[in-house]
């Protein structure tokens, strides 16, 4: 989600924040929960938008999505999804031959 100004509002920028100060992986649920203020299910409604942001910060080349260890094309990318990251010239895993 944006601001009236294009800029992604303040939960999208913690959620960036968050998968940016990646030491290993996260999990874009764990990223969620890290935002999320209360001791609730109310994470879940970040969920959508921890998605959305792993997927700016690939198109920025700060980090890449990963499925099973493997790096994968954030707009294909169903499920759960885990972002490290960006290490210099990772190519997107293809199906194995």
Do not use: F
């Amino acid at each position: 989600m944006t601001t009236s100004t294009g800029r992604p509002a303040m939960t999208d920028q913690r959620l960036e924040q968050t998968h940016c100060g990646l030491t290993m992986t996260i999990c874009s649920t764990d990223a969620a929960r890290a935002v999320y203020a209360g001791n609730d299910e109310g994470w879940r409604t970040a969920a959508e938008p921890a998605h959305r942001a792993a997927r700016r910060l690939v198109t920025a080349g700060e980090v890449e999505i990963t499925q099973s260890a493997r790096t994968v094309e954030s707009a294909g990318a169903r499920g759960p999804l885990r972002m490290r990251r960006r290490r210099a010239a990772t190519p997107v895993d293809g199906p194995s031959a």
